[in-house]
């Protein structure tokens, strides 16, 4: 269900890059009438402030990398232009089998999609999720993923999986980050112990995901603290972090 090293090379560009919302906010009051920023920009932003960007950023940025390494693939979602969508990339080996690759959700591997092949399994797996096992089952035209949560809990996730055209792709990306929801948002891969854990900082309150379970941590009430909590998860600077937070605390929905 592993995806071949070539597909994994290119993944493993982007194991240090957060799924988040704070670049967004800061960049839509920036002075530029076009809010999706190409891989040029975001390649500037990551060099000057360490930030990586949402969904669409973390699309846009995986595919330009699989086009040069010389791998074909294609961008996917659901729900597109809406305050729903959310977008990933398929990437395919020499032989055409196709592997979801999210790092919207964080996933810590692409995963094969296509139960032909020799090695597909619908049995849950594990270390393709942070703090979860996933089963893979494919349908017509989409394939659903169940979440297997260390409580027992099960939650699924349903990508429709024909190529998104590029134009709408871009129609999409560009609707999305014209959209700034009330709650900043921040999800990224972090060592715990001897595994690769899920923190998330949504909505003013932050919890650490972990095959132990689910830990909620200690609520801050100065943003300054929240800055500097995060700073340390990402190495982003502080400056645009305040910048940011500010923006989402101006929004009325600060939670001290």
């Known amino acids: 269900m592993y995806a071949p090293q070539n597909i994994l090379s290119t993944w493993r560009k982007f194991d240090q890059f957060p799924m988040e919302t704070l670049t967004k906010a800061w960049f839509y009051h920036q002075d530029t009438k076009k809010k999706q920023r190409d ?3 975001m390649k500037e932003h990551r060099a000057q402030y360490g930030v990586s960007g949402n969904c669409f950023d973390l699309a846009i940025w995986i595919l330009d990398e699989f086009h040069k390494d010389g791998i ?3 961008p996917i979602g659901h729900h597109l232009g809406s305050s729903h969508a959310h977008v990933a990339i398929i990437a395919l080996d020499e032989h055409g089998n196709r592997f979801l690759c999210d790092l919207g959700d964080q996933w810590l591997h692409p ?5 032909h092949h020799d090695e597909f399994t619908e049995e849950k797996l594990r270390g393709f999720f942070p703090a979860a096992d996933v089963q893979v089952n494919p349908r017509e035209g989409e394939v659903e993923i169940l979440y297997h949560r260390p409580n027992g809990k099960i939650s699924k996730q349903v990508y429709e999986i ?3 055209d590029q134009a709408e792709f871009l129609q ?3 609707f999305s980050q014209n959209l700034l929801k009330p709650q900043p948002l921040l999800e990224c891969r972090i060592p715990y112990k001897s595994e690769i854990a899920h923190w998330e900082f949504y909505n003013w309150e932050s919890f650490l995901s972990t095959t132990e379970g689910l830990f909620h941590e200690t609520k801050l009430a100065v943003i300054e603290d929240w800055e500097n909590l995060i700073h ?3 190495g982003y600077d502080i400056q645009l972090l305040m ?4 923006i989402y605390k101006n929004q009325g929905n600060w939670r001290a």
């Open 172 to 174: 999409a990306a560009e």
């Open 72 to 74: 074909e693939a294609y």
């Open 39 to 41: 891989v040029s920009l």
């Open 243 to 246: 910048n940011a937070l500010k």
């Open 162 to 164: 024909s190529p998104i």
């Open 111 to 115: 995963i094969l999609i296509d139960n």
């Open 232 to 234: 340390g998860k990402t």
